[in-house]
């Protein structure tokens, strides 16, 4: 049996997801910009964060990796890898529900990847840098003009091998559980409105 789980209103009940009772939002506590929720385990080292952002303009076969190599840009990564890159099945991420719009939808595109960043932690100098495990989910809502960015981060933290591979596998599922949840609710949040 997998972690208790609840389910959190982001962005004033646009979306709902369900992650374990142990992450926390963090938006009381640290500076987070408007376009964000990020949440931490605090039982452990997962960082979850939800982030909405207007799309690039490239082809949505390309805008998976776009994002993980900007997120790689941001932390001046050393080295990244993409060890998993595919479009996702309904299973995996459910219909999206909009009840406020008369049960139109518009065009979705739903995209994940798997990929590690090897990053020196909080930029400092001679500390030696650490793999980070990266989980990611794009929704890219065609008629409102807007991506929807999941990710999930797992550093390793000096563990052993098989213990960090233990870790990322925790994690990995609690991402997966994650997406199978993830629902828009309203579509108030986006800047565009939606085409009828």
């Not at 385990?41 to 952002?53: K, R, W």
């Not at 990611?136 to 390793?156: C, F, G, I, Y």
């Amino acid at each position: 049996m997998g972690e208790p789980l609840q389910t959190n209103d982001l962005f004033d009940g646009t979306f709902t997801i369900d992650l374990p009772t142990s992450f926390q939002n963090i938006r009381d506590k640290s500076y987070v910009p408007d376009n964000q929720e990020v949440f931490t385990d605090v039982l452990g080292d997962g960082h979850f964060m939800l982030e909405v952002t207007e799309p690039p303009e490239i082809a949505d076969s390309e805008a998976m990796r776009y994002y993980f190599d900007d997120l790689a840009e941001c932390n001046e990564a050393e080295e990244t890898n993409i060890s998993v890159s595919i479009s996702l099945p309904t299973e995996q991420m459910p219909l999206i529900e909009y009840p406020s719009c008369s049960n139109r939808r518009p065009t979705t595109v739903k995209c994940y990847l798997e990929g590690a960043q090897k990053v020196i932690p909080g930029k400092q100098q001679l500390v030696p840098a650490e793999t980070v495990q990266i989980f990611m989910a794009l929704v890219r809502l065609k008629q409102v003009e807007s991506d929807v960015l999941l990710s999930l981060n797992v550093p390793h933290k000096g563990e052993s091998v098989d213990d960090y591979m233990a870790k990322v596998e925790k994690y990995r599922t609690v991402f997966k559980r994650a997406l199978q949840s993830f629902k828009i609710l309203s579509l108030d949040v986006f800047a565009h409105p939606m085409v009828i």
